[in-house]
């Protein structure tokens, strides 16, 4: 995804996960430093990161938008 490419809460997302495609959706995006998905997050308004949930698992995750491909 290209730098300056925004989510919102709902888009349909894939990533790499373990070797493998996943598949969820964005669930908020970060713009300050805060915990989410049992970790530190470092988001900032210019460097946002997003939360996603996985459609096969449930669990939630945190990725910078440059590891995340809006689906179609």
Known sequence: MGKGKRLRK????????????AH????REI???TEAAGRTVAASP???QYEVRSE???GRAVHKPGALEKDD
Do not use: M, Y
């Open 10 to 21: 709902g888009d349909r997302v894939s990533w790499r996960s373990h070797g493998s495609e």
């Open 24 to 27: 969820g959706e964005v669930e």
């Open 31 to 33: 713009t300050e430093r």
């Open 46 to 48: 210019d460097e946002p």
């Open 56 to 58: 096969k698992s449930g």
